[in-house]
């Protein structure tokens, strides 16, 4: 127990020491909170304070390997909602999934807005930083377990609920950032709902 409060504390305290950042992290960390709570209570998410900035359709391709006359998964489209804070470099994703049987698993993600300037390898530090800290705290409770996904970023980190939400789904949070190659800085964080047979009634429409 005393090890795991001075791993938070020490966090916490690299956190504080962000200066410039705070904002970024603050903000952050408010809109993780939100995303993280909507999917694993199965609730609305709590955009108070946020600017709605609509819903739309985006659709996913098929994906398809050279030589195989069919797709190996097929297209769909997902239903979106976007919130942003204004000024801030985050806006919010909710994602809805094609209903199956009724059911629409979510997801709730934080992109950088268009145009905001990219994630940079001291940011990338600072959000692990930050994020260790809310696992730190949510490992604490007993209610979830570590969950990292494939070690493919620069920054991959993860926190699953122990058990499944009121929509039979497991619930995971993640954090992935890429910083290290040429290419544009990869960021990518938020909570999501797994399971393909899980869900709840659609709250979108669908096209």
Not at 17 to 35: I, K, M, P
Not at 116 to 125: C, L, V
Not at 181 to 206: I, L, N, V, Y
Request: hydrophobic letters at 40%; aromatic letters at 8%; charged letters at 25%.
């Amino acid at each position: 127990m005393r090890r795991t409060t001075l791993s938070i504390l020490l966090n916490l305290a690299l956190i504080t020491s962000a200066g410039a950042n705070e904002d970024l992290f603050g903000v952050w960390r408010d809109l993780f909170t939100r995303c993280r709570i909507a999917m694993e209570t199965g609730k609305d998410f709590d955009a108070t304070g946020l600017r709605d900035l609509g819903r739309d359709v985006r659709t996913a391709a098929p994906v398809t390997a050279h030589g195989v006359p069919f797709p190996l998964l097929h297209g769909y489209k997902m239903a979106e909602q976007r919130w942003e804070v204004p000024g801030a470099r985050f806006v919010v994703v909710e994602i809805e999934y094609p209903p199956d049987h009724g059911k629409s698993r979510r997801a709730c993600k934080l992109e950088l807005a268009q145009g905001a300037k990219p994630i940079s390898a001291g940011e990338e530090n600072q959000l692990r930083t930050a994020f260790l800290a809310e696992r730190d705290v949510l490992l604490g409770t007993g209610r979830y377990e570590r969950w990292n996904p494939d070690p493919i970023f620069s920054t991959n980190l993860g926190v699953r609920l122990a058990e499944k939400n009121p929509s039979d789904c497991r619930v995971v949070s993640l954090m992935q950032i890429e910083t290290r190659s040429q290419s544009p800085s990869f960021f990518a964080t938020g909570t999501a709902e797994q399971d393909a047979a899980c869900g709840a009634a659609p709250r979108f429409a669908h096209p």
